[in-house]
């Protein structure tokens, strides 16, 4: 069974950083690409960062680029989300998800790290 | 910048009726669109990609299908545990933007 552990969210101050982390079981971590989504608090889902499966590829949505950076050890299952410079637009519930093949649609989703970013 | 246009951004409708939601979007993306549904405090559930291939185990009332840069998402007769919304995604590039949800409702 296909398991992704999201850890890490927590209360930040604007200006801060956080670092989440996501816990893959039931699947060949190292063969799938894998990607953060957040959704703040009563709105729609948000695409944040894909990391291909070799860790070599990663991409990035617009208004996190340069504050947000996205990793893998596929010799522990872990993906990671650092996060910099936080904003009060930031908060959101940060889902971790498996591409079902690379570059596709997730199939897979935690059940998400809550982030708030507040003075 | 790309984005993907969602409608309707609600809708209601009565058990056994027929659902339509639409994404159009701002470029061509060949069939590289799929479809969510998150039911109220719960994790978005794939139904749909390659816009029309059913993820296994979803049920066959939902269709998807596509029509150059328009894509719709069809439940053919809509049932109590179908109240969600429901998002389109696209997959072609980076940015993987995602439509802004509907909100589908029983009357």
């Known amino acids: 069974e296909v398991q992704l552990l999201e850890s890490g969210g927590d209360l930040v101050q604007p200006g801060g950083s956080l670092r989440l982390s996501c816990a893959a079981s039931?699947?060949?971590?190292?063969?799938?690409?894998m990607g953060w989504v957040r959704q703040a608090p009563g709105k729609g889902l948000e695409w944040v960062s894909d990391?291909?499966?070799?860790?070599?590829?990663?991409y990035y949505a617009a208004s996190v680029k340069g504050r947000f950076s996205i990793s893998r050890d596929n010799s522990k299952n872990t993906l990671n989300l650092q996060m910099n410079s936080l904003r009060v637009e930031d908060s959101a519930l940060y889902y971790c998800?498996?591409?079902?093949?690379?570059?596709?649609?997730?199939?897979?989703w935690g059940q998400g790290a809550l982030v708030t970013v507040s003075s | 910048d790309f984005q993907m246009t969602q409608s309707p951004s609600s809708l209601s409708a009565s058990v056994g009726d027929r659902v339509t939601i639409t994404c159009r979007a701002s470029?061509?993306?060949?069939?590289?669109l799929a479809w969510y549904q998150q039911r109220p405090g719960k994790v978005p559930k794939l139904l749909i990609y390659?816009?029309?291939t059913l993820q296994s185990g979803v049920p066959s009332r939902f269709s998807g299908s596509a029509s150059g840069t328009d894509f719709t998402l069809t439940i053919s007769s809509l049932q109590p545990e179908d109240v969600a919304t429901y998002y389109c995604?696209?997959?072609?590039?980076?940015?993987?933007?995602f439509g802004g949800g509907t909100k589908v409702q029983i009357k």
């Open positions: 995604q696209n997959y072609d590039n980076a940015p993987l933007t």
């Open positions: 998800a498996k591409a079902r093949i690379s570059g596709s649609s997730y199939d897979y």
């Open positions: 990391i291909s499966a070799s860790g070599g590829n990663t």
């Open positions: 470029r061509a993306i060949s069939n590289y």
């Open positions: 039931g699947f060949t971590f190292s063969s799938y690409t």
């Open positions: 390659a816009a029309s």
